[in-house]
C-alpha cells in the first residue's frame, strides 16, 4: 500500500491529538487518515509515540519539529460488507467508526460559507482570509442552509443552540477538537503525595428517568451519580468518594471546600484538565450537519442528556465521521416526544468512553446507526446495567437500523432495544465482549437480526430476546455467555400488558408503551420467532435461565406470565407467519444445545422429532439443522467440516429486508464472510 505521510505541528499535536478518547483508559489506536488506515500508539504517562509514527525535522514547524504519520498494517477486527459478501474490509479505510481528517471540495458546499478558526477574531467577516474565533458567532450569523467551516485546532466552547439548517464541517485534512474542559495548568497546592486546586464541582442530576440523585442505577461508592472529570494528558482519572482514596489515575472533589485533589505525581506530569462544559450542541433544526469533528471531555449530568442533543424537530440530521468521547453520562441523545425525529444518521462516528451510555434514541422513525464505532461506555463501571444503559439503549422507535458497526468492550449492554420498538435491523455488525447483553431486544416487535458475529464471555448473554414477537434471526455467529441465544418469557408478557388503551399490569411502567403511534397488533410482548435460519450458536461460557449451559434457551414462565412453546415456535396464525426455524448449527462440548419446556436436546434430530410431536405439531424443523463440535471452531469460525457442506444450509429466501444484508439463494452457515 502506497504510504500518505501528514504532518503535524508536535505542540499541536498535544494540545489537540491527544485529548482524543483514544489515548484514554484501554484504547492506543487513533484513525487518523482517511485514505489509509494510520494508527498513533500513545504511552498516557509520558506522552510518547510508538508504532505508525515518528518525529522529523521540519524548519516551518514550532520548536523545529514535526510529527510524521506513516502507514501501518490492517488490525484485527473489521466488519462484514453488506450484500452477503465473503470478504471483510478488516482494518480497512471503510471499517466502522470516524475516518479523520476529512476530504471533500470546498465548492460542494451550499449557503454562504462562513469560517472559523482559533487565531480568528469575532468581529471578522468570517470569510476564508478573515475567519471568526468562535462557533458560536458562525452560527448566529448564518442564515438556513448556509455552511460553516471550522478550522483545525482546540475550541472551548459549549452549550451551543442551532435552530436553523446548518452544515458545520471540518476544514479538508484539519481537525477541529471542542473540548468542553478547562486546563489547570498552574495554581496547585501540594501537601504530601496530594496536590488540590480550586473548583467549581459539578452537581448531581436526575434524567432519562432515573433518579441518580436517589441512587439509582449506581453501583460501586455511587459517585458516577456527579458529572466531574479530570484527565492528565491523554488518560482520564477515575473519581473516588473520599481524599484518602486518591492514588495516581484517581481524583476526589471536595464540594464543601470547592477544591479538586489529584497525586502529585499526576499533576506532576503536567496537561491536567478538569470539568468546565456540561453540553457541546443542542440541534433543533432539520438538516443539520456535523461532520469531521472531535468533541470531547464535556461532563453533562443526568438533567443534561447529551452533550449532542437533537430534538423532534431536527429531522433528517446527519453525524458523520465525528469523534465523541467523555461524556459524563450520555453522548448523543436524539429527543423525540409526541412530535417524533425522524430520519437521523450517525456515519462513520466513534463513540466512545461515556461515562454512563452512548447513544439513547426516544420516540425517533427510520434512525440509522451505518459504520458506528461504539466502544468502551461505562469505563469506571460507575454504573449498574439497569434500568439503563448500553453502547445504545432505545425506546418506543420506529424502523431502527445498526449497520456495519463495532459495538464492544461497553461495560454495559451493547444494544438494548427496550419498550414498545418496532422493526429493528441489526446488520453486519460485530458485536464483542459487552459486559451486559451483546444484543437486548426487551418488549419490542419485529427484529432483523442477519450477518453478525456477536461474542459474549462469562455470564453475560449474547443475545437477549425478553417478550419480545416477530424475531429473524438470520446468518449469525453467536458464541458464548450464558444462553448464546435466549428467547425468554417477560413478567409482562401477558395479554393486553402493551396496549395503551389498557390498564397497566403489574411490573410494567407509562414509559413501556408507546403512546404516540397507532398501537400494532403484533406489539404482543409474548416472545415468539418468525425465523431462524443458518445461525451458528456455540460454547455457552456459562448456565443461565434453563439452568444449564445451553446454546438457544427458551423458557416458558416468568411471574404469572405463561407461554406456551407453540407460541414461541408457531404455525401461522394471527398475522404471524409459520415459524422457519432450520439450517442452524450448534456447539457444546457433550452438554445440551436446546433447552425448552418440552425438553432439553443434544442433538437437533432429536429437537425435529420433538418440534413435530404437541404442543408444536411443525414438521421439518431444524431438518438441515447441525449439532458437533466438529463443525465449530472455538472462535466460532465453521471448520473444513462445515465449509464442505455449506451448499446444505437453508437458501436465504427472497426478502426485502434480509437481501439487503444477504442475497437471495445464498447457502451459507454463520456470517457469510467467515
Not at 326 to 350: C, E, H, K, L, P
Not at 404 to 427: P, R
Not at 597 to 609: Q, R
Request: glycine share 12%.
Amino acid at each position: 500500500m502506497r504510504k500518505e505521510f501528514m504532518k503535524f505541528n508536535t505542540r499541536y499535536l498535544t494540545q489537540t491529538i491527544f485529548v482524543l478518547v483514544f489515548g484514554m483508559v484501554g484504547v492506543s489506536a487513533l484513525i487518523i487518515s482517511h485514505a489509509a488506515s494510520s494508527t498513533v500508539a500513545t504511552e498516557a504517562e509520558n506522552g510518547t509515540l510508538s508504532n505508525c509514527v515518528t518525529k522529523v525535522k521540519d524548519a516551518s514547524a514550532s520548536g523545529g519539529t514535526a510529527v510524521q504519520f506513516g502507514t501501518c498494517a490492517p488490525s484485527a477486527g473489521g466488519n462484514p460488507p453488506a450484500g452477503g459478501g465473503t470478504t471483510s474490509p478488516v482494518g480497512s479505510s471503510s471499517g466502522p467508526g470516524a475516518h479523520l481528517p476529512i476530504s471533500y471540495s470546498l465548492s460542494s458546499l451550499t449557503g454562504t460559507v462562513r469560517y472559523v478558526a482559533t487565531n480568528g477574531s469575532d468581529t471578522n467577516p468570517g470569510s476564508a482570509k478573515a475567519p471568526f474565533a468562535t462557533l458560536s458567532k458562525a452560527i448566529s450569523a448564518s442564515a438556513a442552509n448556509d455552511s460553516i467551516v471550522v478550522r483545525g485546532g482546540t475550541y472551548r466552547i459549549g452549550n451551543l443552540a442551532v435552530s436553523k439548517s446548518l452544515k458545520i464541517y471540518a476544514y479538508p485534512g484539519e481537525i477541529p477538537v471542542f473540548n468542553g474542559a478547562q486546563s489547570f495548568a498552574s495554581g496547585w497546592t501540594t501537601s504530601g503525595s496530594l496536590s488540590s486546586h480550586s473548583y467549581a464541582p459539578k452537581a448531581a442530576t436526575d434524567g432519562s428517568g432515573i433518579s441518580f440523585t436517589g441512587g439509582q442505577n449506581l453501583s460501586g461508592d455511587g459517585v458516577g451519580k456527579y458529572p466531574d472529570q479530570a484527565w492528565v494528558g491523554g488518560s482520564q482519572l477515575k473519581q473516588v468518594s473520599s481524599q484518602a482514596a486518591v492514588t495516581a489515575g484517581k481524583f476526589y472533589v471536595d464540594r464543601t471546600a470547592k477544591r479538586i485533589y489529584l497525586a502529585a505525581s499526576d499533576v506532576s506530569k503536567g496537561g491536567v484538565e478538569a470539568s468546565d462544559k456540561n453540553v457541546f450542541m443542542s440541534i433543533s433544526a432539520a438538516n443539520t450537519v456535523l461532520r469531521g469533528l472531535t468533541i470531547t471531555r464535556y461532563s453533562n449530568g443526568g438533567a443534561d442528556y447529551g452533550i449532542i442533543n437533537i430534538t423532534g424537530n431536527a429531522d433528517s440530521s446527519l453525524l458523520q465521521d465525528d469523534v465523541i468521547s467523555d461524556a459524563a453520562f450520555i453522548s448523543v441523545a436524539y429527543q423525540g416526544n409526541s412530535n417524533t425525529n425522524a430520519n437521523g444518521t450517525m456515519r462513520n462516528v466513534t463513540v466512545t468512553s461515556s461515562n454512563w451510555m452512548g447513544v439513547s434514541a426516544t420516540y425517533t422513525d427510520n434512525l440509522t446507526l451505518d459504520g458506528v464505532k461504539l466502544v468502551n461506555m461505562n469505563q469506571f463501571n460507575e454504573f449498574t446495567y439497569s434500568p439503563q444503559s448500553g453502547g445504545l439503549k432505545t425506546s418506543r422507535t420506529t424502523f431502527t437500523k445498526v449497520i456495519n458497526s463495532d459495538i464492544s468492550n461497553n461495560k454495559s449492554h451493547g444494544l438494548w432495544f427496550d419498550q414498545s420498538n418496532y422493526h429493528v435491523e441489526v446488520a453486519n455488525n460485530t458485536i464483542l465482549d459487552n459486559a451486559g447483553s451483546g444484543m437486548f431486544f426487551e418488549i419490542s416487535d419485529n427484529l432483523w437480526l442477519v450477518n453478525n458475529y456477536i461474542r459474549s464471555t462469562g455470564g453475560a448473554r449474547a443475545v437477549k430476546l425478553a417478550g419480545s414477537s416477530g424475531m429473524n434471526l438470520i446468518n449469525n455467529t453467536i458464541i458464548g455467555g450464558a444462553d448464546p441465544i435466549g428467547v425468554y418469557v417477560d413478567n409482562r408478557s401477558l395479554p393486553g400488558c402493551s396496549d395503551p388503551a389498557r390498564a397497566l399490569c403489574a411490573g410494567s411502567y407509562n414509559s413501556d408503551r408507546d403512546s404516540v403511534r397507532a398501537h400494532r397488533a403484533t406489539m404482543t410482548w409474548v416472545p415468539s420467532i418468525d425465523i431462524m435460519i443458518n445461525n451458528i450458536v456455540a460454547y455457552p461460557t456459562a448456565a443461565g435461565y434453563c439452568g444449564t449451559t445451553t446454546g438457544l434457551c427458551i423458557t416458558s414462565s416468568n411471574a404469572t406470565a405463561k407461554v406456551g412453546l407453540n407460541t414461541v415456535i408457531h404455525k401461522a396464525a394471527g398475522g404471524r407467519p409459520l415459524t422457519q426455524m432450520n439450517g442452524n448449527v450448534y456447539a457444546n462440548g457433550s452438554g445440551k444445545i436446546i433447552n425448552t419446556a418440552s425438553g432439553n436436546f443434544t442433538t437437533t434430530a432429536a429437537f425435529m422429532n420433538a418440534m413435530a410431536g404437541a404442543p408444536v405439531g411443525i414438521g421439518g424443523i431444524e431438518s438441515a439443522g447441525l449439532s458437533g463440535n466438529t463443525y465449530v471452531a472455538a472462535d466460532g469460525k465453521p471448520t473444513a467440516a462445515l465449509t464442505a457442506v455449506h451448499s446444505k444450509a437453508v437458501a436465504i429466501p427472497g426478502n426485502a429486508t434480509i437481501n439487503q444484508y444477504v442475497a437471495a439463494g445464498t447457502r451459507h452457515y454463520g456470517v457469510t464472510y467467515k
